[in-house]
């Protein structure tokens, strides 16, 4: 298949909705895991790690499922519109949207249902961790932010010099920053689930959910940090030079 550029109202399209992302993240940060990580570091200073969630705890994941639900939609556009040969990011293969963004796809439909029914079950009274919580929203946040990445990737599409040495830099400390956080995240988020979920009846959401969030924490996110950093550190020799 002839790779092409996607046209120009698509690519801005998603361009839009990959800032609306980042948007989402940063309210959801500054609204819930900014405070909730402060609570916990409270928790701990007072000997209370041990500390569960309260119902007002499910408000966050409510919205946390609420917001889930378009990440899903962009990249299901995203990986539509590649059937076609459009890609809408910048030197980007086929390869980069089968291996991101179907799993993506998937993984943030299926954290639309899961934070759903957390946040249910905390209302319901079944008390959680508090740092399952708080792990659980810093993932959630630093998934939404790190669409700024993306966001990049598709804006170079519109600029003049899209290779230039800044940009390039920026690109990659950019996707070095974030992809590490994401992949520190899913890792952490994994073993949560593990550890406090030995005793559930596990669905369909968890039986898919959690390969995926384990093909991103210790598969593909490690592996585009390798390639960010020898990517940045190309570029920074060649400035030396």
């Known amino acids: 298949m002839k790779i092409l550029q996607a046209p120009f109202i698509i ?25 909730s990580q402060i609570n916990f570091l409270l928790s ?28 899903s ?7 539509l519109a590649s059937l076609f040969g459009w890609i809408s990011m910048y030197k980007h293969n086929l390869r980069s949207i089968y291996e991101h963004h179907i799993p ?17 079950e905390i209302e319901n009274g079944f008390q959680k961790p508090y ?9 959630t946040a630093v998934i939404f932010i790190g669409q700024i990445a993306e966001s990049f990737w598709v804006a170079r599409t519109f600029m003049k010099f899209p290779d230039n040495w800044y940009i390039c830099v920026l ?14 995240c899913a890792t952490l ?9 030995y005793n559930n009846n596990y669905t369909i959401i968890e039986c898919v959910g ?19 950093y020898y990517k940045l550190k190309y570029f920074l020799q060649i400035k030396k030079k």
């Open 11 to 35: 690519r801005l399209f998603i361009l839009v909705f990959y800032i609306d992302l980042v948007r989402r993240g940063l309210i959801f940060f500054y609204k819930y895991t900014f405070l």
């Open 44 to 71: 701990i200073y007072h000997h209370n790690f041990f500390k569960t969630t309260t119902k007002c705890d499910s408000i966050a994941f409510y919205e946390a499922s609420y917001h889930s639900l378009p990440f």
């Open 73 to 79: 939609i962009i990249y299901t556009i995203d990986t």
């Open 104 to 120: 993506g796809a998937l993984f943030s439909f299926l954290c639309c249902l899961w934070h759903f029914n957390f946040g249910k």
């Open 131 to 139: 740092y399952y919580s708080v792990i659980l929203q810093s993932f």
């Open 171 to 184: 690109q990659r400390i950019i996707g070095l920053y974030f992809v590490s956080l994401m992949s520190i």
């Open 189 to 197: 988020t994994a073993f949560c689930f593990l550890i406090n979920s």
């Open 210 to 228: 959690f390969p995926l969030l384990l093909w991103f924490g210790l598969y593909l996110q490690p592996l585009y940090v390798k390639k960010h």
